[in-house]
């Protein structure tokens, strides 16, 4: 079932809601009493006349909502009035406009610019203030006039535009209908009789004026509403008559924006494209020659403060930015586990680059096979870990532990893999339980901009601004056996890494 709501900008967009599953509510109202005392009483099934209304619920918890009258004060049930609220989504005020924020606001409350009912704990909008046309002492609502001769064959369907113009002498408001003609249709005096018959069918009264004009004459926002008041504007000026070539040249000031949002989204794609043959052509040319050196230096350290510097050159003639944070946190004698999150091809690399004493990473044991990969990251010093295997396992646990306890920290992907999409994958307890038994601390880190600047699936880099968030350890709980510390300081690294990619992301 449809579920009518209400909502504006100045709301956050949501304000009243119905209860879930309960569908429309139409409100039936005797059209006499409301056009002329503002109330809505419930009409006879038989009256013809009828004006009907949506329900749209009651306000979101934690708001309010008030139907007040000319004099800014609350009006009796079925009674209409101009619509308020106030709760933490409304808006503070207009960006840079003090004269607006000011009429927008009635003593704490909120000025939608909406009419309004409430009925049976409901609230029925009836229309934009600023739309109501006032004839004769009637309200008049332009969507019931609208509906009515847009429904006209030869007008076209939803560019039909009523409003009023104040007529001086009578002080009263003039009754505007603009529809724009089908180009098809010929008959124009019969087309005017036409719209005039539906004015009177719809609110018993004929219009002042009816003008008949081209396509693409009533003016509208971006999302297709009618702006009523700028086609006021449109006629009061005089410019029905121009209304072709403003048309015309409205769509030429249209293409022109697309074309250079165009051209800007191709300048984009050619500047990754370039960037993206850069960064192959400088990685092809320094990591034969960093596998090399590395295999050729005699210790795990001097390997990866050779790799550290390789890595930052690559990234700086590419020019990638490298934002790290937090160094200090990594216990100076590297007695802890690192864990981090895992985005990326890149995300070894991008951390050998940033951390600057020697660490040891647990890499899955199918690396260890490959020659290439495989050679490199034992020269790295690397601690490989078997996925699959529950007898080899408990040996790789122990392993990581002696790595652990030894002084050569230990760095963990415990997510074990990475996707296409951001966010986080379940972290695997490997690392946790390494730390616990070692008695070392976890110290988390968020790791930002790899999966933008290699992600699963691309093999060719786009441009992306890199960061790397160090938190602060988090020590192993001495009270808690070793699987429960574990747990514990899984689910409080993975807190602080979330809220650091969140702030990365920000």
């Not at 009263?172 to 180009?183: C, F, G, H, I, M």
């Not at 003016?219 to 070539?245: M, Y």
């Not at 601004?465 to 574990?486: C, D, K, M, Y």
Request: charged residues 20%.
């Amino acid at each position: 079932d449809a579920l009518p709501i209400y909502g504006l900008a100045e709301a956050s967009v949501g304000l009243l809601f119905p209860p879930l599953g309960r569908g429309p509510r139409i409100d039936r109202i005797e059209r006499r009493a409301f056009e002329r005392d503002r109330r809505a009483s419930p009409a006879p099934a038989e009256d013809a006349s009828a004006l009907r209304f949506v329900a749209c619920g009651h306000a979101l918890p934690g708001h309010e909502v008030r139907i007040v009258d000319d004099g800014g004060q609350p009006v009796a049930e079925r009674s209409e009035g101009r619509l308020e609220f106030r709760g933490p989504s409304a808006t503070r005020g207009y960006w840079r406009a003090p004269e607006q924020t000011a009429r927008l606001f009635d003593h704490g409350w909120l000025d939608t610019g909406d009419r309004a009912y409430a009925a049976e704990g409901d609230i029925f909008v009836t229309g934009r203030v600023k739309d109501i046309v006032i004839r004769g002492g009637r309200n008049l609502y332009p969507q019931e006039i609208e509906e009515a001769v847009g429904a006209v064959k030869g007008v076209r369907k939803g560019c039909v535009a009523v409003f009023g113009r104040r007529d001086e002498r009578s002080g009263t408001e003039r009754l505007v209908v603009l529809a724009e003609v089908s180009p098809r249709h010929r008959d124009t005096v019969a087309l005017r009789e036409a719209v005039s018959h539906a004015v009177v069918a719809a609110i018993g009264e004929p219009a002042d004026e009816i003008l008949l004009a081209p396509p693409h004459t009533v003016l509208k926002t971006s999302s297709g509403k009618v702006r009523r008041s700028a086609c006021r504007a449109l006629v009061e000026q005089g410019g029905l008559d121009k209304a072709g070539s403003s048309v015309r040249a409205q769509w030429l000031k249209l293409a022109a924006g697309a074309l250079v949002l165009r051209l800007r989204h191709g300048l984009h794609i050619l500047g990754n494209s370039l960037f993206g043959v850069r960064a192959q052509i400088l990685f092809w040319l320094l990591a034969p020659v960093t596998w090399l050196v590395t295999l050729l230096l005699p210790t795990p350290a001097m390997a990866w403060r050779f790799c550290r510097q390789a890595a930052r050159l690559l990234l700086r003639l590419a020019g990638v930015t490298l934002d790290v944070q937090g160094l200090a946190q990594i216990p100076s004698d590297g007695r802890c586990v690192l864990v981090s999150n895992h985005a990326s091809y890149l995300d070894g690399l991008v951390l050998v680059a940033a951390l600057e004493q020697p660490l040891a990473f647990v890499a899955k044991r199918e690396l260890e096979r490959q020659w290439v990969a495989g050679s490199f990251l034992k020269r790295l010093g690397a601690a490989f870990v078997d996925r699959f295997d529950p007898r080899r396992s408990v040996a790789d646990a122990q392993q990581m532990t002696e790595l652990a306890q030894s002084g050569r920290g230990l760095v963990v992907f415990p997510e074990g893999t990475f996707v296409a999409s951001p966010g986080l994958l379940p972290f695997r307890l490997g690392g946790f339980l390494a730390a616990a038994h070692a008695g070392v601390p976890v110290v988390p880190l968020s790791l930002g901009g790899t999966l933008q600047l290699l992600g699963d699936g691309h093999w060719w880099p786009r441009k992306a601004a890199l960061s790397v968030r160090i938190g602060a350890p988090v020590p192993v709980a001495p009270q808690l056996e070793p699987f429960a510390a574990a747990v514990q300081m899984r689910d409080q690294a993975r807190r602080v890494i979330a809220l650091g990619l969140l702030t990365t992301e920000a």
